[in-house]
């Protein structure tokens, strides 16, 4: 397992450092971030001191090489917008993108079990079609409209939650929470639920799946006729082995939560990353988009560690180890 | 769509509910305010762009403040003469305070001026305004400045309004970050800045011992919301009191909101078209049958011929929601140094056809018209707009739009040797200054890296003649002299040449909660002094 482990980490060093090329390479062809930064009114001299102090009157090579020698000191450079490190902006906006991922993830499955394994149990039944029904308008309907429609409901019409915006933060483990506070937790919930729609839909319809396949399978026969109860076959001999997908595909939404949460956050104010990445690629901010999307593919590996991780935990049968060809 | 869409339906559903919670947030002195845009940084002197500017100025005063109609007005300095040609005397106010306790005096101007062209981070500096002309500055005594240029600087109290003033306090080296973190944020201004968290709020707290106009709310929260929906939302959802940008598709419906207010005034901002007016065959520009031709915008006929092809109050009526005025110079009514004599071009297609025939066009030709789609208010959609008109008088016309980022790089001009990759283009320029000097030297001046004209100029417009009633302008010490001689610029340059096309000035549209009313500013910043509930 730790050279399974330590493995995995070194290939994932050369996925970042490739990615690094790659993004450095891309966000060079596009635009000019002078231009876009530069007040209307500046001179040619003006423009040409700009161009300089932010390093971009040398070739593009010689950027990236001094980009690598700083990245491997842990530096990623400063952002063109604000000036300042680009690397202590993402970690600064990184918690409330972190928890609203969190909470959403949590949102899905606290909604999307139990929904998909009563569908998969009572196929015929008229509450088990609403659910099926629900879940193909969670996947269809667009982020934005629903994020907007929530807004107006339940912040506009019914003035029960804040429409945007984070709420009072307080400090647990030296990152800035707010789903410890009260205020924190009404902003939290409309945006999370956003976030949560396609996810809950996705597990409502694995899980069913899961326990269609699962329930006519011996084992369950073979419990049922051993006279364990109704409710232990389902919580352990079902659950556990239709446990895998769900846990494959929330993993990797996981990650895409934390990367792409960007309309949700943008809907609805929210701080964080996705805001800030949508932002930067609009202001041509490169130093933050090559530091985000390194930081993201880090996210990825790690989530996709703890997912195999996970997988020889629930299933037994599933041995950690490289596939050698 | 869908965000139109679903904008129709939740202003509806609004006003059906109609008992929207009246927040009770006016009565405590505090006000929460939605912007679309956020500064980069509270340095004053980091980036010379608006959303910075208008932060500043809540922290920060100037030795000379621009009111709602960018009109001069004492500041910091209580009064300014030029005692000769070349000399400019600044007496500085004596009772001024800054936030820390200490006072202000000239040696805080002597930093500031040597702080602000200087800083090593600047993304966009203040040097073209505090030493532009070749200023040198010269402390008399404690409160009294002494600025001289080598040549008559007419522009003197203008370029200084631009400066935010700094406490010499702060030290040498300090730049933004300490500005960001709130310990080196120490100005003059109205309101202290409590703390800045970037994209989530921005606090700010009055200013007991400013030493102007007290403003009134007491505490201010600055929330950024990008999203236009969702800020028009949360006005409607009372978490902010007042926003900004409100588009103009939901003016009409906002206006009939009882609990609802707008303010709406002209901005500096003048959205135009720029032409080549300097190769000889223009990128994009062929006959209808694909093959080459000479460039046709060099001819003034030509360029006469597509503004009066624009019919400028349709666009305002149906692309601007008549949130728009006409433009037929660089700067709107009421502005130092305008013409009387420009009107804004009348829409004659049949003369504009004319027009084209004599200038050898009478079957017209093809063009593609570039403009982006996320800078100005509707642009893509004004670019389409005035495709289709130029296609009906023969020029046929490909709207091609795309976001800012690309756009300005490939609009972009180094100088006749490297021209911009568009020869056709829709542009907007606002005059921070509050006259038509800056638009002048760098839209429409003769490319000269020297001197500094022409950084704008995309369409390269060169005409000798204007370019010395220009430069006469820039030497007359002697307002009206000055004013005349602007206008007439403007004459030569936007009139006889049409070296650019003027399309319309934007008009800014705020919204406020029932009772509270704002003053309309041209220079587009929203400024928690200016909103009051009486």
């Known amino acids: ?325 | 769509m869908y965000l139109r869409k679903s904008l129709k339906l939740g202003v509806a559903a609004a006003v059906l509910a109609a008992v929207m919670p009246l927040s009770a947030a006016n009565a405590d002195g505090k006000i929460t305010i939605g912007l679309g845009s956020e500064p980069t940084s509270i340095d004053p002197h980091f980036h010379n762009l608006g959303p910075n500017n208008q932060i500043a100025q809540h922290i920060f005063s100037r030795l000379v403040e621009q009111d709602e109609k960018q009109r001069l007005s004492p500041g910091l300095a209580e009064s300014w003469k030029a005692i000769n040609e070349t000399t400019w005397e600044f007496k500085l106010r004596k009772d001024v305070k800054f936030h820390d306790g200490s006072a202000f005096n000239a040696d805080d101007v002597m930093f500031t001026m040597k702080r602000a062209p200087a800083h090593p981070n600047a993304r966009s500096s203040f040097k073209l305004y505090s030493h532009g002309g070749g200023k040198v500055y010269k402390k008399i005594d404690d409160y009294t400045i002494q600025v001289t240029t080598p040549r008559p600087y007419p522009l003197m109290a203008t370029d200084l309004s631009t400066i935010h003033i700094v406490s010499n306090e702060i030290g040498d080296e300090t730049w933004e970050g300490e500005f960001n973190n709130g310990k080196a944020a120490i100005g003059t201004g109205p309101y202290k800045l409590v703390r800045w968290i970037k994209g989530e709020v921005l606090q700010l707290s009055r200013y007991d011992d400013y030493h102007g106009e007290k403003p009134e709310w007491s505490v201010v929260e600055i929330k950024p919301i990008k999203s236009a929906p969702s800020r028009l939302a949360a006005l409607l959802a009372g978490d902010v009191d007042f926003i900004d940008s409100v588009p103009t598709v939901d003016i009409a419906r906002l206006k009939k909101d009882p609990n609802l207010s707008l303010s709406q005034g002209v901005s500096n901002r003048v959205i135009y078209l720029h032409l080549d007016q300097h190769r000889d065959v223009a990128p994009y520009t062929t006959a209808k049958d694909g093959s080459e031709i000479k460039n046709p915008f060099k001819d003034v006929r030509v360029r006469r011929a597509i503004s009066k092809a624009i019919n400028r109050d349709l666009i305002i009526d149906r692309v601007m929601e008549g949130v728009a005025i006409k433009a037929g110079q660089l700067l709107p009514e009421g502005f130092f140094g305008r013409s009387d004599k420009l009107m804004p071009e009348e829409y004659d297609a049949a003369g504009a056809k004319k027009l084209l025939s004599e200038a050898g066009y009478p079957d017209g030709f093809k063009t593609t018209l570039f403009g982006p789609n996320d800078r100005y208010i509707n642009d893509a959609k004004i670019v389409e707009a005035i495709a289709q008109m130029l296609s009906r008088i023969g020029i046929d016309t490909t709207p091609e739009t795309m976001p800012k980022s690309v756009y300005f790089k490939r609009a972009k001009n180094r100088g006749p040797e490297k021209p911009p990759e568009f020869g056709f283009v829709l542009v907007g320029w606002g005059s921070g200054t509050g006259e038509p000097s800056s638009p002048l030297k760098s839209l429409l001046a003769t490319y000269n890296k020297d001197k500094g004209y022409g950084s704008s100029n995309r369409g390269l417009h060169a005409n000798p003649k204007m370019d010395a009633v220009l430069e006469e302008a820039l030497a007359s010490v002697d307002d009206d002299k000055r004013a005349k001689l602007l206008a007439k610029a403007t004459e030569i340059g936007v009139g006889e040449d049409v070296g650019i096309i003027p399309l319309h000035y934007q008009v800014n549209t705020w919204a406020a909660k029932k009772g509270l009313t704002y003053v309309a500013r041209t220079d587009e910043r929203t400024l928690a002094m200016g909103i009051s509930s009486k």
């Open chain 1, 1 to 325: 397992m730790t050279v399974f482990i330590i493995r995995r980490l070194m290939q994932s060093a050369i996925v970042v450092f490739v990615m690094s090329f790659l993004v450095f390479g891309g966000v060079n062809i596009v635009g000019d971030p002078v231009e876009m930064m530069v007040s209307d009114e500046a001179d040619q001299e003006e423009r040409e001191r700009v161009i300089k102090s932010m390093g971009l009157d040398k070739p593009w090579y010689i950027q990236y090489g001094k980009f690598v020698t700083n990245a491997l000191q842990g530096d990623l450079g400063n952002s063109f917008v604000y000036g300042e490190p680009a690397l202590q902006i993402i970690v600064q906006r990184m918690p409330a993108t972190f928890e609203l991922a969190f909470v959403s993830l949590l949102m899905s499955i606290i909604i999307g079990i139990p929904f998909g394994v009563w569908a998969g149990l009572f196929p015929e039944r008229f509450s088990s079609k609403l659910i099926m029904s629900g879940s193909i308008v969670g996947f269809s309907l667009p982020t934005f409209w629903v994020g907007l429609m929530m807004i107006m409901v339940f912040a506009v019409m019914l003035g029960w939650l804040p429409s945007t915006g984070r709420g009072d933060t307080v400090i647990v483990f030296g990152m800035e929470l707010s789903f410890f506070t009260p205020d924190g937790l009404s902003h939290i919930f409309l945006p999370a639920l956003n976030l949560a729609l396609f996810n809950t839909s996705l597990v409502i319809r694995l899980t069913r799946a899961g326990v269609r396949e699962a329930i006519h399978m011996d084992y369950i026969k073979f419990a049922r006729a051993k006279g364990l109860s109704y409710r232990r076959v389902i919580m352990v001999h079902l659950m556990k082995n239709i446990m895998i997908p769900v846990v494959t595909v929330l993993g990797l939404e996981f990650g895409g939560l934390i990367a792409f949460s960007v309309v949700t956050e943008t809907v609805f104010a929210w701080p964080g990353m996705g805001k800030l990445i949508i932002e930067s690629i609009q202001n041509l901010d490169r130093p933050i988009i090559v530091a985000y999307l390194m930081i993201i593919v880090l996210v990825f590996v790690v989530i996709n560690l703890v997912v195999d991780i996970l997988y020889s935990i629930l299933d037994p049968r599933v041995r950690l180890q490289d596939v050698s060809s």
